[in-house]
C-alpha cells in the first residue's frame, strides 16, 4: 500500500504543476508596417521593435487569471496565437485569455479592450479588419465583429461550432469562415446572419480558408487540401487525388497566379494548379511546415518547423522536384506566422528570439530576445 | 531511440490510436471510448486480477488462522511475522500479490492521460502535436477533433461538481472494504482503517485535478473490480462483515 502511495506522488505533482500553473504558450508571430515589426512573444508580451536600430519601441503585457486549483501565482502571462494585425493607427491583437486589445502603434497604449471584464473565449485565429471592423473567431463558437475605433460590439454570430480556431476571410459583403468540425460558413459581414451557402466535409478543416476569385481552399484532418467553388456543395477538387498525403495540411496555402502553394505537416511544399488540382511540383523539407508561406516580389518564402528558410524563385520553371533558391537555417524551431520585407524576412523562433534573415546574403541578418525585462 | 520515443511507440501512440478509433466506432463519443477501452484493460489484466481475487480469497479463508495467530503473538510482532510468513507460504500466498495490478496500471494511467489530453486536443499546441503520433488510420483521422462533452462532463477538465470525485472514491473505498481483511490487533486496525480511507481520499482529491476523462476510467475500472470480485470471491468479502463505524469484527 506504501508503495501506491510512494507512486502516486508524482503524479500528484505533475497535476499541481500542470493544472496549477499554465506555462505561457502561443504561436503569435510578426507583422510589419512602417519600419517596425510587431510581434507577440512567447511570455505574453505585445512588443514594437526598430527594423532599423533592432530595438524596442514600446512593450505591451497581457496577463490573465491563472483560475483553477493553482499551487502558484494568481495571475500568468496570456498566450498569444494569432499574430498582431496593423490598421491606421493601433494594432489588434487577440489573446488566449479571451480579449481583443487595441493598442496605439506610436506608444503601445491601450485604446480599448473587449471584453472590458470577463472573456468571449479563447482566442486563436487572427483578426481580419475590413469595412472599419475587427473580425475575429473565438473558442466559444462564434464569431465576433468589433467597431475598430471604440470597440464596440457590432455583432456576434450565432455559436457555429465547439470551437472556432480559425481566421475568418472577408470577401465583399460576406465572411467565410472553417470550423475544426469540418464546415464552412458564409456570414453577412453586416449582421453576423448565416447566408444561405455553407459547405459540409466528412472531415474536420485544420487551416483558415483562403479565397481566389470564387474558390476557397483549405487544409483537412483528413489530409487533403480542398477547393471548394463558392456556392456548391461539393469539392472542386481534393489534393492529392490518389491517396491521402502525409499528414494534415495545417498551415493556410497561398494562391498567386493561379498557383496554390500549400505546405503540409509532412514536410512537404506543394505546387497546385489552382483550377485543376494537378500538381506542379513539390519540394521535400523534411521537417513539418507549420506557418504558411509568404510571397515577397518572384521569391516563395517558406519555413520548416525546424527553422530553415526555404526562398523559391517562382520565375524559374519548375518540374516536378524544385531546387529553392536557398536554404537558410536560423537556429530555432518555428510555428508563427512570418512577415517579409525589402528582401528581409522577420521570424519569431519557438526560443522567443526575432530573427532577421536576409535572403540576399542567406543568413541571418540580426536576432534580438523578444525576452525583455520592464 | 531514447526512452520518451520508446514509451509512444509502444505504449501512448497505441492507446491514443485506439481511443479514438474507437471514439469514431462508438458515433463520436469519447466518454463511451473512455469506457470501452476501460473494459478492454481489464480484460487484457483479468489473469493478473484473476490471481489477485484467488489471492484475497485464499487470505479470506485464512482469517481464522491469521487471527489466531495474531491473539497468539500479539506481543511479539517479530514472532508473529514469521509465522505469518510460514502460514502464508504454505498457503502458497503472497500478501502483496495484490498490489501488482495496481502498479501496472500506472503506465496506462499515465498513457491514458495523455491520451485524454492528446486526443482532446484542449490547447492549439495539443492539436498540433496530435498530427505526430496519429497513425494514417482515415478511422482515426476521420474522427478529429473530438467531442469533450460526455454526460455532464468536460472530459478534458476536472469534474466542476464533485460528483465523479464522489464515485471515484466510494467505488474505491467499496473495493478496499472487500478485500481489507480486519485486525485483531488495535494498532494494526488503526493503520488497516486509516489506508482504506487514504487512498479513496486520495483518488477523490486526483479527481478534482486530472480531466475527468482519467477519472471516468477509474471510476469505471473500479465498478467492474467490485463485480468481478463479487463473483469470483462469492460476495461482498469484508465489506459485509462489518460497518465502517465499528472497529471489532462481527463474529
Known sequence: MLLVVIALLPLTLVSCALWGTQSVGGWSGTAFHDGIIYAGTGDGRVVAINSSTQSLEWLYAVVMPSGGMSCGQSSVSAPMYGTPIVDGDLVYVGTYSGQVYALTIARGTERWVYPRAGSMGAIVGMPVVANETIYISSSDGRVYALDTTYGDLKWKSEPLADKLWT????????????????????????????????????????????????????????????????????????????????????????????????????????????????????????????????????????IDESGVVYVFDLDAEIRDEAVPLKAIQIGADVNSSFCAHDGLVYIRGENNQLYAVDIDKGGVSWKISLTIEE | MGFVEVWYLIIGNP???????????????????????????RLISWPLTKRQLNSTKALQDMQPKIQELQKKYGKNQQKLQQEMMKLYKEAGVNPLGCLWPMLIQFPIWIALYQAIMGALATTPENLLALAQRLYSWDIVN???????????????????????????????WIQQKMTQAPAVDPR???TSRMMTLMMPLMFGFLTLMFPSGLALYWAVSNIIGIITQYFVTGGWGYLKLRSPFQSTPVK
Open chain 2, 15 to 41: 492507446v491514443l490510436n485506439v481511443l479514438i478509433a474507437l471514439s469514431h466506432i462508438l458515433g463520436g463519443s469519447f466518454g463511451l471510448a473512455i469506457i470501452a477501452l476501460t473494459i478492454i484493460v
Open chain 2, 142 to 172: 476521420q474522427a478529429i477533433p473530438l467531442s469533450s462533452k460526455f454526460l455532464w462532463l468536460d472530459l478534458g477538465h476536472p469534474d466542476p461538481y464533485w460528483i465523479l470525485a464522489i464515485i471515484v472514491g466510494g467505488t474505491m
Open chain 2, 188 to 190: 494494526q486496525e488503526s
Open chain 1, 167 to 302: 481566421s475568418p476571410k472577408v470577401m465583399g459583403d460576406t465572411l467565410y469562415v472553417s470550423t475544426l468540425d469540418g464546415h464552412i460558413y458564409a456570414l453577412s459581414v453586416e449582421t453576423g446572419q448565416l447566408l444561405d451557402w455553407s459547405f459540409e466535409s466528412d472531415a474536420g478543416f485544420a487551416s483558415s480558408p483562403v479565397i481566389y476569385e470564387d474558390t476557397i481552399f483549405l487544409g483537412s484532418f483528413d489530409r487533403h487540401l480542398y477547393a471548394v467553388r463558392i456556392g456548391s456543395d461539393v469539392p472542386m477538387w481534393k489534393f492529392p487525388q490518389e491517396k491521402p498525403a502525409g499528414n494534415w495540411f495545417w498551415a493556410s496555402p497561398i494562391v498567386n497566379e493561379g498557383i496554390v502553394y500549400a505546405g503540409c505537416l509532412d514536410g512537404k511544399l506543394y505546387a497546385i494548379e489552382a483550377e485543376t488540382g494537378e500538381k506542379l511540383w513539390e519540394f521535400d523539407t523534411e521537417s513539418p511546415i507549420v506557418s504558411s508561406p509568404v510571397l515577397m516580389d518572384n521569391l516563395l518564402i517558406v
